[in-house]
T-cell receptor, first 109, second 113 residues
């Protein structure tokens, strides 16, 4: 079967660092994506990992361990505008992608 | 350039009616996806099209749901005999190649009364 797990909600303080974890068990693996979705809007792409290790892009970094079926998204210097849902998604082969339920992040002042 | 567009943006219908949702992908994108997102939930895969290959329909929840795509352009998602449980936002996305990010449209919010 296909299973992607993320925490349902997280709360963090403006200016802090937050780590959002994602674990997956899928029949195939061709890469892992993170998307950001603000309330009432469509998801937008944040990052992509296909090899083990850390990918850094500005305030956002994403890590992947294929042997552990584990990824995390790290957000630094949190801003109020980072309040959104963060979706972990796995490409299981070809074009097929399975999404997790998402983690709703609340950033407080 | 133009992004993914969807129409209508909102649709209110009565239980038992048929609805048709439209998606215009980014020109040249081979893959097109449909997802359903219920309020406060994640994305539920429905179907994807890849070029001229047979579509992957494994996510369609029942035979009331069907989708078509003309070549590498417009796609329509049809829901027959709508039920209240079909109320959700239906998102379309397109992608230019394997293992590329998906570009999402704004979605169609369907409300079944």
């Amino acid at each position: 079967g296909q299973n992607i797990d993320q925490p349902t909600e997280m709360t963090a303080t403006e200016g802090a660092i937050v780590q959002i974890n994602c674990t997956y068990q899928t029949s195939g693996f061709n890469g892992l994506f993170w998307y950001q979705q603000h309330a009432g809007e469509a998801p937008t792409f944040l990052s992509y990992n296909v090899l083990d290790g850390l990918e850094e892009k500005g305030r956002f970094s994403s890590f992947l361990s294929r042997s552990k079926g584990y990824s995390y998204l790290l957000l630094k210097e949190l801003q109020m505008k980072d309040s959104a849902s963060y979706l972990c998604a796995v490409n299981t082969g070809g074009f097929k992608t399975i999404f997790g339920a998402g983690t709703r992040l609340f950033v407080k002042a | 350039g133009a992004g993914v567009s969807q129409s209508p943006s909102n649709k209110v219908t009565e239980k038992g009616k048929d609805v048709e949702l439209r998606c215009d992908p980014i020109s040249g994108h081979t893959a097109l996806y449909w997802y359903r997102q219920r309020l406060g939930q994640g994305l539920e895969f429905l179907i994807y099209f890849q070029g001229n290959s047979a579509p992957d329909k494994s996510g369609l929840p029942s035979d009331r749901f069907s989708a078509e795509r003309t070549g590498e352009s417009v796609s329509t998602l049809t829901i027959q005999r709508t039920q209240q449980e079909d109320s959700a936002v239906y998102l379309c996305a397109s992608s230019p190649r394997i293992n590329n990010e998906q570009f999402f449209g704004p979605g169609t919010r369907l409300t079944v009364l």
